[in-house]
């Protein structure tokens, strides 16, 4: 599953479906060229569970991505069809996977991860790098990062 998720497709779609609001955590070739309609034959592709092992994968917010990782398995032959499990709370699918009610999740960072382990005691093991989300410095006042270092330290 983790090979399928780090393939070449996934990054491909992660990177056109979201315009660098998300960005692979893993290798990928950086040079790559796909079609316009790229993005909606995957959002399209469609998979059946007939034969196949069901893995269910517990995610926050949107599942999009794991049609991408399906297009691959079913391109392997793995034999597996992923089940996303949406949750509404960020508490919720650690909790789902220690219990057994999920088989994997995707949803978090490594140090939020840790602080669940510590604080709830859950026996989880990170096992792979998905994808990473760069966070942006907004300011209403501050107009560069140049402006911004003049003024570190300074009151406002």
Known sequence: MVKAYQSQLVAEYTLEKNKE?????FDYDKNYKVDADFVDKIEGYNSSKDGKKVIKVGVCGTADVWKAVQKVLDD???GLYIEPVIFDAYNLP???LNSGEIDLNAFQHKAYL???IDSQGYKLTPIGDTSSAPLT???KKVKSVDELKALAGKKQ
């Open 114 to 116: 840790q602080s669940e």
């Open 137 to 139: 410095l907004y300011s």
């Open 94 to 96: 650690n909790e789902a």
């Open 21 to 25: 609001s998300s960005i692979p955590a």
């Open 76 to 78: 392997e032959n793995a």
